[in-house]
């Protein structure tokens, strides 16, 4: 059973950072994608944040555009979200999402980030 390990997450003051970092355990090879998405109002679908395919092609929600970048580790194998200039409105559960060229899907169990003064 693969299960997605998060970590980063915490509570910051607007205009500050954190960084999100997400890694299959145990290890798999065959990672078409992976990326964060996050669901601000109950009951709306988990909505893009950032995600990064295993050929480097980014993508980005609208909101977090030239604030946030996604990367991998030369091995492929950990993924990170650097947040920069974060603001009120980013405060919401982080869920790590994982697409494998198998066509599995795999969820982490989210982080909290918030953003508050």
């Known amino acids: 059973q693969v299960k997605l390990v998060e970590s980063g997450g915490g509570s910051v003051q607007p205009g500050e950072s954190l960084r999100l970092s997400c890694a299959p355990s145990?290890?798999?090879?065959?990672?078409?994608?992976m990326g964060w998405y996050r669901r601000q109002d109950p009951g709306d679908a988990r909505a893009l944040v950032a995600?990064?395919?295993?050929?480097?092609?980014?993508e980005f929600g609208e909101s977090v555009k030239g604030r946030f970048t996604i990367s991998m580790d030369n091995a492929g194998l950990t993924m990170h979200l650097q947040m920069n200039n974060l603001e009120p409105e980013d405060t919401d559960v982080y869920y790590c999402?994982?697409?494998?060229?198998?066509?599995?899907?795999?969820w982490g169990q989210g982080t909290q980030v918030t953003v508050s003064s």
């Open positions: 999402r994982l697409n494998a060229l198998d066509l599995k899907e795999y």
């Open positions: 145990p290890k798999i090879f065959n990672i078409y994608s």
């Open positions: 995600r990064i395919t295993n050929t480097g092609k980014v």
